[in-house]
Every structure is written in C-alpha cells, then in structure tokens.
C-alpha cells in the first residue's frame, strides 16, 4: 500500500504529536493535572510509574493523589518516544 506523505503528515500531526506542555518546573502536579496539560492519560502515567519510567516515586506522596514537580515531567516526556518526521 501507498499513502500520500502529505496526508500520513496530517494524521500524524493531528493524531499523534502533542505540543509541548507549558509546565512550571517547581509546581506540583497530579497525574490527572498532567494529563489534562500533556494529553497523556494518568492510567498511562501509573502504567509507566509502576515500570519506572516516570519517576521512581513522585516528588510528594503527602497526600492520597501522588504529585510529581513540573521538573520531573518535563524530564520524563523529553525521554518518551516521539514520532520525528524524517526529512531525508
């Protein structure tokens, strides 16, 4: 099968890309704040909590909802894999 790479684009930049999240780096967030900001959901972030990716623990476990600084996040998304377009 053939497809157009203008449309594969499109698809790709509608459905899967996320722009990056304006996070504060010394604010606390929730997973569902995260989610809400990142487009990334909080059963992936407990999914990827509980194999270490996100964090070892989150930043404050002071109260039931785990919250982890905007620093932490940051660091995590800039190691997810992301689609690159390849321009070659």
Not at 45 to 66: C, N, Q, V, W, Y
């Amino acid at each position: 099968m053939l497809f157009d790479p203008a449309a594969v684009d499109k698809v790709i930049a509608e459905h899967i890309e996320r722009p990056a999240a304006e996070l504060e780096l010394r604010c606390l967030y929730t997973a569902k704040e995260i989610e809400a900001l990142t487009g990334i959901t909080a059963a992936t972030i407990r999914a990827e909590r509980s194999k270490g990716a996100l964090a070892p623990s989150a930043d404050d476990t002071s109260s039931h909802a785990h919250r982890w600084k905007g620093s932490t996040v940051t660091k995590a998304l800039a190691g997810r894999r992301a689609y690159h377009k390849d321009d070659g």
